[in-house]
């Protein structure tokens, strides 16, 4: 499929950039293709090399292509959409042909598997010969191979559309790829491709250039405002920035050729004439005229004029896309530690299965971002996810929270009512958080609704149909609570379908991935910091009560200490960390700050301990360090004081000022 333009334009033109037109010959690509495999030295009959990037360097690469992940994420949700059911998946790589996400049917995912179409596997030309990814991105074309098209013969049951994508300057930046059993091959899906690939490069171009002239244009108005129109972005002045494929298209230039134009050059009317004429308050299209003779109409954003400023991709869209990408998908908590990956692999199983999932964990330790990545990796990932913390709500105030209520439902009520969390998340993935924390007599309630999916908001008359995914964790031991009877049995059953525990940072196997994962995350663009030797020995032999959380506000101070490039070193880490650490390292020489010994409920020592106990050691020690200064314990251990003073009942009482 070519892009939809008018007779004239598309009888006067050539292909569109990035698209194979009828003259070329997709043999002739596909020969060149083989010629170039053979040079890079790819055996056909071989079994390829499918073996992946370890994750933590996966994720460095997804960190690294930000800016083409968080559009193409949502745009390839769509396109998979599209394509469900048809034993096919959908695949997003670097320039370089790295996988780093895919979308898949459950069938074909297990088949892909096999031929590892799965991120972090290398497809470029070099790695697998012709394929549709690393044929597609050498050429810088849209392409499909089919079948035996492949060079390799092992992807020989494969059929693959690809299309690169470019970025506003015109470089390529990664590609997307539907890739199927060959035998459901359909000749739409390599448009179906183009055209998602193009949506891609539109929102990264609506999200780009924020202070310049834009122009969108079509022969045809009312193609305007549509994905095929062409977008061309000029400074205040008529110096040419950038243009999607479909304007250069439209003006029968290349990108390369472009930049040595002006608007002036490019339509018969100085940039001053067009910033008149769109400057008004009418956004009716007006008919512009190319040199060529063409006739375009037109709309433009006409910014007010200021200081002009080069643009530069730090530039990020005002606007986030749709929601920030599935950065928090499952695949990318996983960065090594195979308690974590097996977490991660239990959870994927029962995705969209109606099965509730309870995440047990110490604070800290990620299960709301756990919960948050199963929800975007569900089916409901488009309906909202709606976190509750059971702990941190007054209990007066839970009811209404959780189940809304009507106008003049109790005193203090806002005027029109409210909308209860659990009506918000219809449709959606409803997270209790601290659900030991939930008062007994609502605990009842909320059965009630898990079994019947009915709410009745509080003063209500009606019942309201509500379907919620429901995910709920606790760092307390509820079959204790069971058994001093502060929780039901039957709700307990009712939420634990699928139990999974998230470790703690301190039995973490890929630490030190999770600091660099963590490090990277705070540092603006363009800033490198990293971290010394001997302050990840100190990192290593720290037992991190307060988990990742911990580690993340530690970090984030260190960041700022260091400034723009350099090291972490102790001197950037704050006094009270240090102070812990030397009187827990060598208590000999800290006789000021000996480390009290602890008591702790029940036997001591933190291993065989129940969450609680853990939780209640990390605060007392902290408590002790800071002499009973509730802030600075809960700064240390990154929790809120109320967490803390929630707690107090079990803490011994010398403890707390
Ligand atoms: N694997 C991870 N990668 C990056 N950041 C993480 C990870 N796990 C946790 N974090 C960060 O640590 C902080 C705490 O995470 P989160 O709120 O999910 O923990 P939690 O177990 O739900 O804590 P709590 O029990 O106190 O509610 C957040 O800032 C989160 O972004």
């Known amino acids: 499929m070519s892009i939809p333009l008018s007779g004239p334009l598309a009888q006067r033109q050539g292909p569109a950039p990035g698209t194979l037109g009828a003259t070329q010959d997709y043999t002739e690509v ?45 745009v390839m949700e769509t396109l998979y959409e599209q394509i469900a059911n048809t034993h096919s998946m959908v695949l997003l790589t670097t320039a370089q042909g790295l996988v780093l996400h895919s979308l898949g049917d459950k069938d074909f995912l297990e088949k892909a598997s096999r031929v590892a179409l799965a991120p972090g596997v290398d497809w470029s030309e070099k790695a697998k010969g012709t394929n549709a990814i690393g044929t597609a991105l050498s050429e810088e074309t849209a392409v499909t191979v089919h079948g035996e098209q492949h060079y390799m013969h092992a992807n020989h049951a494969l059929t693959c559309s690809c299309a690169p994508i470019f970025n506003p300057h015109g470089q390529v930046v990664g590609a997307l790829d539907v890739s199927g059993d060959h035998r459901s091959y359909h000749q739409h899906t390599l448009a179906l491709v183009r055209m998602s690939a193009q949506m891609i490069e539109n929102q990264m171009f609506a999200g780009s250039f924020p202070k310049a002239v834009r122009l969108h244009f079509h022969a045809r108005p009312e193609f305007l405002g549509t994905l095929v129109e062409g977008i061309a972005v000029f400074t205040p002045e008529g110096r040419f920035l950038s243009a999607n494929r479909s304007a250069q298209f439209q003006l029968g230039l290349p990108f390369g050729a472009l930049q040595a134009r002006t608007f002036s050059s490019l339509f018969d009317l100085p940039m001053s004439a067009l910033l008149e004429l769109f400057g008004g308050t009418s956004d009716a299209p007006r008919q512009l005229h190319l040199h060529s003779g063409v006739s375009v109409w037109c709309r433009a954003d006409v910014k007010p004029a200021g200081p002009w400023a080069a643009p530069t991709f730090a530039e990020r869209p005002a606007a986030a896309p749709a929601r920030k990408a599935q950065l928090s998908s499952l695949q990318y908590l996983d960065t090594g530690d195979t308690q974590v990956a097996a977490v991660i692999h239990k959870l994927r199983k029962v995705v969209d299965r109606d099965i509730p999932v309870m995440i047990l964990g110490e604070t800290g330790t990620g299960k709301d971002l756990l919960a948050q990545a199963f929800h975007n990796d569900s089916a409901r990932a488009r309906q909202p996810f709606v976190a509750v913390n059971c702990a941190s709500i007054p209990e007066s105030l839970i009811e209404a929270e959780l189940f809304g209520y009507e106008e003049g439902a109790f005193t203090g009520a806002r005027k029109k009512g409210a909308i209860g969390k659990i009506a918000q998340a219809h449709g959606g993935t409803l997270f209790l958080d601290e659900i030991g924390d939930m008062p007994k007599h609502l605990q009842a309630r909320l059965l009630r609704v898990l079994q019947e999916r009915r709410i009745s908001p509080l003063g209500a008359g009606k019942e309201v149909d509500v379907d919620v995914a429901v995910v709920c964790a606790t760092h307390k031991n509820l079959k204790d609570l069971i058994a001093r009877s502060d929780f039901r049995e039957d709700l307990y059953y009712r939420l634990n379908g699928l139990v999974v525990r998230l470790p703690a940072l301190r039995e973490r196997t890929d630490f030190e991935c999770v600091v660099r994962k963590l490090l990277k995350s705070l540092c603006d663009d363009g800033q490198h910091v990293g971290i010394s030797e001997p302050v990840m020995e100190l990192f290593r032999s720290y037992h991190w009560p307060g988990n990742v959380r911990q580690l993340h506000n530690l970090l984030r101070t260190a960041v700022v200490m260091v400034g723009r490039e350099g090291e972490i070193a102790a001197e950037h880490l704050p006094d009270d960390f240090l102070e812990e650490l030397h009187a827990m390292q060598a208590p000999a020489l800290a006789p000021a700050c000996p480390l009290p010994e602890l008591v702790l409920p029940g036997d001591a020592g933190a291993d065989g301990h129940s969450l609680q106990d853990v939780t209640l050691h990390a605060m007392a020690q902290m408590l002790r360090l800071h002499k009973g200064n509730v802030s600075a314990a809960a700064k240390a251990l990154g929790v809120s004081r109320n967490t803390i003073y929630r707690k107090k009942n079990l803490l011994p009482p010398d403890l707390l000022n």
């Open 30 to 74: 596909i020969g060149k293709a083989h010629q170039r495999s053979q040079r890079y030295g790819v055996v056909a009959w071989e079994r390829p090399d499918f073996s992946t990037s370890a994750q933590c360097d996966l994720n460095d690469v997804v960190e690294n292509n930000r800016f083409l992940f968080q559009y193409a994420a949502p």
